[in-house]
């Protein structure tokens, strides 16, 4: 019979012959290892949409609102992360952070949105 580990603490292993892990939570703690960098990029962007929505949903308080670049800058917003983009049939393009969105304006302006659902 093949000596088999535990491929997270090595202890050795009782049981089916495909098994891996002695529990689970070697499993997880192992998975959490060879997942980290994934699992840390997507948690990142995913705090910096919430935080862009948080100041979009604060700045606009009536569901559409104008507002300046240093505004929205001096809270951190971060203008490259968005999730997604409309275009209107008149050249418009509205960036939204799921329902809340703005368009850029002349002199700096942003005019927020809110979509509804």
């Known amino acids: 019979m093949e000596h088999r580990e535990c491929l997270e603490c090595g202890e050795p292993l009782k049981g089916r012959v495909d098994k891996k892990f002695c529990s689970d939570y070697c499993r997880n703690s192992h998975n959490n290892k060879v997942n980290k960098d994934s699992k840390n990029l997507i948690r990142n962007i995913n705090n910096r949409l919430r935080k862009n929505h948080k100041i979009l949903f604060d700045l606009n308080t ?4 104008k507002v300046t670049r240093t505004q929205l800058y001096d809270r951190g917003f971060d203008f490259q992360l968005f999730t997604s983009i409309y275009n209107t049939k008149t050249g418009n393009t509205y ?9 850029t304006l002349e002199h700096d302006k942003f005019l927020l949105i809110k979509r509804e659902i």
Do not use: E, R, S, V
Request: glycine share 16%; aromatic share 38%.
């Open 62 to 65: 009536f569901g559409k609102t």
């Open 95 to 103: 960036f939204y952070i799921y329902d809340q969105g703005y368009l």
